[in-house]
């Protein structure tokens, strides 16, 4: 699971299957992806379930996360 949120927020989660990182974030998504494939191998698939949270402009950031997130995560998973 890579999310926003810390570890310990995501209760839901093992913290050992847990990156936080921000997907509308070229390079922390880079960082975020670099770190799965070291715990658990190279990617099989992907699954994106995001939604924005913050407390800036709502429409604002729901393109950042969902629209440019969504295409941060399609262009960079197929080199893990």
């Known amino acids: 699971v890579i999310a926003r ?4 927020a995501a209760r839901s989660v093992e913290k050992k299957d847990f990156i936080s990182a921000d997907v509308s974030d070229a390079l922390s998504l880079t960082d975020a992806l670099e770190q799965a494939v070291a715990l658990k191998g190279p990617l099989s698939s992907v699954a994106l379930f995001q939604r924005y949270r913050g407390d800036e402009d709502s ?11 969504a295409k941060n ?5 197929p080199q893990y």
Do not use: K
Not at 59 to 69: Q, V
């Open 5 to 8: 949120a810390s570890a310990e």
């Open 59 to 69: 429409w604002e950031g729901e393109l950042r996360c969902s629209l440019a997130g």
């Open 73 to 77: 995560v399609c262009e960079a998973a």
